[in-house]
């Protein structure tokens, strides 16, 4: 049933793209299929896809009024049901976490900038620096692998064939930019420089 060696994106805002990710499916000769939730459901089936990516946004897991934030989680639900490997991305890696059981919370203040990660397992995730933009965090899932953290939140984790990772592997310099731009008092309350972080 699955159609071999394409990814679905589950991309929840315009200026939260595939970006590398996107660029690195397709030189791995992946097809690749973006389904925009700011402007319609996900497919009916996830088992259509070899792999799933939940991408960022600025909405919050623990929001219950975000409109794609059930038929995500539903979505999501019936992927792990079926073993299609998901990768979770800041936003996606929280919903991930929480499909999977662990526990979503409110940051007292964001964590934004480019930031090292301590890795426990170097030969699978480098420690970066990675751009790590969000206002949530999320515990380890009960059954899952710590992969990498930092003294403010989990970074990474696995289960099986799932992965999520709460940086941004996926932003560009333009991404980068645009959300600099449109989150200057988020950079202001994480005391994060706009310049310093595009440079």
């Known amino acids: 049933m699955v159609e071999e060696r394409r990814v679905l994106f589950l991309q929840h805002q315009d200026d939260g793209g595939p970006g590398y990710l996107g660029d690195r499916a397709e030189e791995l000769g992946l097809a690749v299929e973006i389904a925009d939730l700011a402007r319609g459901a996900p497919p009916d089936d996830p088992r259509r896809f070899a792999t799933v990516v939940s991408l960022g946004c600025d909405d919050s897991v623990l929001d219950p009024s975000v409109p794609h934030l059930a038929p995500e989680r539903a979505f999501l639900q019936e992927a792990v049901a079926a073993d299609v490997p998901i990768l979770g991305v800041c936003y996606g890696a929280q919903l991930l976490a929480s499909v999977l059981g662990a526990s ?7 964590e ?3 930031r090292p990660v301590e ?3 170097p030969e ?3 420690e970066g620096p990675w751009l790590v933009w969000h206002t949530d965090a999320f515990d380890c899932p009960p059954h899952a692998e710590l992969l990498a953290s930092t003294d403010v939140a989990v970074q990474a984790f696995r289960q099986g064939p799932h ?8 932003a560009t310099a333009e991404s980068a930019r645009a959300w600099a731009d449109k989150y200057r008092a988020a950079l202001a ?9 595009l440079d």
């Open 189 to 197: 309350e994480a005391g994060t420089e706009r310049s310093a972080l």
């Open 163 to 170: 992965l999520g990772v709460q940086f941004h592997p996926e």
């Open 119 to 121: 890795t426990c397992r």
């Open 112 to 114: 934004i900038g480019w």
């Open 124 to 126: 699978i995730l480098d």
């Open 104 to 110: 979503v919370r409110r940051l007292e203040r964001p």
